[in-house]
């Protein structure tokens, strides 16, 4: 019980510090595709340092929620963290309190927080985030149901360990068009929800045309640093749960060793360096798409998702 | 023995995969704003059901399905590709968006409807069928429909004709599961297409020079000059 509990804190520990890693990969891999020198890969940490030693300036008339918020978004990917197998593919000591359903809400909760402190300091750009922010979510919603649906229909579950050990028991299931169709529109969800290029340009910095960021302009010093902390965490959670679960569910800690951890911990960071690289050829390779064309770009994925149900009952 | 069954597996899964690509293609096609994302899109479609033929070639022991394959890729990767880039040069090059009549979330909803529906309608014939026939008959059946909306919905030449080609792909792609169809026919179809291309890209090249563009809706005129004394 201790070494479980013992091991699950090593999971958050793990996304905690590993998070603004990937960040700062992500940045550095795309601007030497761009043929630019970028900065360091270790400047999300620089930044993240920075911040916390700075002064926090809030507006008077904001309420209790522009200060609170930052910590329901920060602490949000470290509770959905409890909940999936990051590094071992037995089932921790809280791998039961809640499935994938559970995870999208408790991530949800998190960003509905940020949405209404980005409201309640009244500037006009926090209220354009705002609205943005929840049309793109609203849209994602319907697919990771979707998602959710044809996953418990393939494996029967939605508990992320039964999930990840299905596709590893049947490769019959694991080759099938469902899991690649789901895969297909789980790695859109995530271009969309973390604000990645064809939905957002997180590199941007005109106003009229931000989409995530227009949510934390009103947020200076400590209460910054846990927004952008939080959202690198909710990238790196959602890219594990993407290839802990679906994509590549292999590799994790099946031993309860701390050796076999540690194993664990440099496979799962190689994956997502893999995944980053994904992400950065896609941020890439594509434009931005106009505010208008994102309904295009997820009923694409919506379309994917449905078809995965659909094609589900044809496979067994 | 044993062995080649376990390859023919994972052979079969693949087959599944590709199948599901097949379908995606279709859909992305039928979205595409601009005529060479639709073009590329095509050749994609086009490489994946020469895959298909390829695959179901090698589980059948088939020679014609490989060679159905093989004048796939060569009539429609190939050769079609190269046909319109070269006598629609500009007019495939150019990053003009294009119109359609239905707008692409209602376009997406009636892609999901015609999947469930094709699979309904195909649903009594899977009872006890193989694997690749329950992947390549209800999504060939799909690219089939698919590719049928998305040539009514287009107002220009150039996605109407790679909609007509999808059509065919569909058609393809259900018919090499279920028969072991002769290689001379799909020469003949293969053969045909490039024709219909040639003409249809002739005809949209004389369309540009004249109109101005390739967008089908200004046919509905009789002469370029008409609309002035329609309207003084």
Known sequence: MTVHILFNLCQVLVVLLLSPFFQGLLTRIEERMQAKRGPSVWQPY??????????????????????????????????????????????????????????????????????????????????????????????????????????????????????????????????????????????????????????????????????????????????????????????????????????????????????????????????????????????????????????????????????????????? | MDQPLVSNHILANVNSVVGASFLLSAVVLMTQRQAQAVLQWFIRQSILLSVSAFILGWLHHSAELMIVGLITVVAKAILIPQLLVRTLGPEIRSRRELDFIVNTPVSLLIAIALTVLSYFWVAPLLNGAKETILVNLPVGLDVLFIGVYTLTVRREAVPQMLALMSIDNGAFYAGIAISASSAIVELAAGLEGVMVVLVVAILARTLARHVGSTEVSELTHLKEGLREGESS
């Open chain 1, 46 to 316: 620089y930044d993240l340092w920075k911040l916390f030693h700075k002064n926090e300036v809030v507006s008077a008339q904001s309420t209790w929620i522009f200060r609170f918020a930052p910590y329901v978004y920060f602490v949000s990917p470290l509770l959905v963290t409890l909940l999936i197998p990051v590094l071992t593919n037995y089932p921790l000591f809280m791998a039961f309190m809640g499935d994938m359903v559970a995870a999208g809400f408790v991530l949800s909760a998190g960003s509905f927080f940020l949405l209404l402190a980005a409201m309640d300091a009244g500037t006009v750009y926090g209220f354009m985030g705002a609205s943005r922010t929840r049309m793109v979510s609203s849209l994602v919603e319907p697919i990771f149901i979707i998602v959710f649906f044809s996953v418990s229909f393939a494996a029967n579950s939605t508990i992320p360990y039964i999930v990840q050990a299905h596709w590893v028991s049947t490769p019959a299931a694991f080759y099938s068009p469902t899991h690649l169709l789901i895969v297909a529109a789980f790695i859109m969800i995530i271009l969309a929800e973390t604000g990645k290029i064809p939905v957002d340009n997180p590199a941007g910095h005109f106003e009229l045309a931000m989409i995530d960021e227009a949510r934390i302009l009103e947020f200076s010093g400590s209460s910054l640093a846990l927004v952008k902390w939080g959202g690198y965490m909710k990238f790196m959670v959602l890219s594990i749960v993407l290839l802990n679960v679906l994509l590549t569910p292999w590799g994790l800690a099946s031993h309860l060793s701390g050796i076999d951890l540690l194993a664990a911990i440099v496979r799962v960071t190689l994956k997502v360096v893999g995944f980053v690289v994904l992400v950065a050829v896609v941020e890439t390779s594509l434009a931005k798409l106009r505010l208008f064309r994102i309904p295009d770009f997820l009923g694409i994925a919506f379309v994917t998702a449905v078809v995965a149900m659909i094609v589900q009952p044809f496979h067994l």
